[in-house]
């Protein structure tokens, strides 16, 4: 079956530009999460969604960082104003749910790598 | 507060050997605890974890894991090391405080590199 997509794969944007990442998750999948990941670095938590609701956006570097899934599905990560230092590339990942002591694996997309200028 | 270390940047292994690769957490609580790898352009993938249980797991591709609560340590190690085994490896530990999901905190990877 298909996995997790992401567009577009590469972005390169001058720098003050608007931005907009889109994720497909696993069809059914309940658990969305976007991470960046810097050059060299390992993954680091942005933001968590259950459905439509956004649970957790407390690694959201600023408020120039902003995430939706309006049905529940596809999400868009969209960055207001762009800075060099939100180079990086931006990987979504699903699980299939959220229960209290979820002990599932996340299944990851391939990435948006962005390149501010 | 919660980290997980990577100690190694590399890894160099000759095919055939026996690899580790190494990892240790500090985590409030039990540890839920995760090995993904990252080939090159491509997303994350899931090779196995630790919840509960027994302190070896096996996962995908022939590895495994020992969970080792003394040392705080989780390391991968797979017995006989191929070429395609070669890319970046993450240790990753559920946050403790994430309320029930898998609120992941990273290691900064390790890179394995199997030579023939």
């Known amino acids: 079956g298909a996995g997790v997509s992401q567009s577009p794969r590469y972005k390169v944007a001058k720098r003050g530009q608007d931005v907009a990442l889109r994720c497909d998750p696993i069809?059914?999948?309940?658990?969305l999460f976007w991470y960046q990941q810097a050059l060299g670095q390992g993954p680091e938590f942005l933001t968590y969604f259950q459905n439509e609701a956004q649970l957790d956006k407390s690694g959201l570097p600023s408020d120039r960082f902003f995430a939706e899934r309006p049905e529940g599905s596809v999400s868009t990560l969209k960055i207001q104003r762009t800075q060099q230092e939100d180079s990086a590339v931006y990987l979504c990942?699903?699980?299939?749910?959220?229960?209290?002591?979820?002990?599932?694996?996340?299944?990851f997309g391939p990435g948006t790598r962005l390149t501010v200028t | 507060a919660q980290s997980v270390a990577q100690p190694e940047d590399q890894v160099n292994v000759a095919e055939g050997n026996p690899l580790t690769v190494k990892c240790t957490y500090s985590v409030s609580g039990n540890p839920y605890l995760f090995w993904y790898v990252q080939y090159p352009n491509r997303g994350l993938q899931f090779l196995l974890k630790?919840?509960?249980?027994?302190?070896l797991v096996k996962g995908s591709y022939g590895f495994e894991a020992e969970f080792n609560k003394s040392q705080t340590s989780f390391h991968l190690k797979k017995p006989s090391a191929l070429v395609s085994d070669s890319a970046l490896y993450f240790c990753?530990?559920?946050?403790?405080?994430?309320?029930?999901?898998?609120?992941?905190?990273f290691g900064a990877g390790t890179r394995l590199a199997v030579h023939p």
């Open positions: 630790y919840i509960t249980g027994d302190n």
């Open positions: 990942a699903s699980s299939p749910r959220s229960l209290a002591g979820d002990s599932y694996e996340q299944y």
């Open positions: 990753a530990v559920r946050d403790f405080w994430s309320g029930g999901y898998n609120k992941l905190i």
């Open positions: 069809s059914g999948h309940v658990s």
